[in-house]
């Protein structure tokens, strides 16, 4: 059973920041890959970022958040985070901690995880 736990998810203005969590089982964590996708109203589900947690600092960014978002870990907790600044509207969406990818290009790229959680909301708007 893999369990994938979100928090942190709220609203805020354009230009701010947000940080999520996702709290998932020391089997799924040491699976190595983990990452997060989003999912709009009415969108596709579509990949945000992804790292091997067993890797030397090894990430990948989707086009749209690289530069605005950053993916971390904290190996003791088996938790990931997100931290998400210079937050625009187009980022309003339910966000997913994501597990088990083959690849960090093909999870993000094309939102190719095995496993996610049941999200919590970011709203962005002013």
């Known amino acids: 059973q893999v369990q994938l736990v979100e928090s942190g998810g709220g609203s805020v203005q354009p230009g701010g920041s947000l940080n999520v969590s996702c709290t998932t089982s020391?089997?799924?964590?040491?699976?190595?890959?983990m990452g997060w996708l989003r999912q709009a109203p009415g969108m596709a589900r579509e990949g945000v970022a992804a790292l091997y947690t067993g890797g030397a600092g090894v990430t990948y960014y989707a086009a749209s958040v690289k530069g605005r978002f950053t993916v971390s870990q904290d190996d003791a907790k088996y938790t990931i985070y997100l931290q998400m600044d210079s937050l625009k509207p187009e980022d309003t969406a339910m966000y997913y901690c994501a597990a088990d990818c083959s690849s960090l290009v093909a999870a993000v790229e094309r939102a190719e995880f095995r496993s996610w959680g049941q999200g919590t909301q970011v709203t962005v708007s002013s």
């Open positions: 020391r089997l799924t964590y040491s699976s190595n890959c």
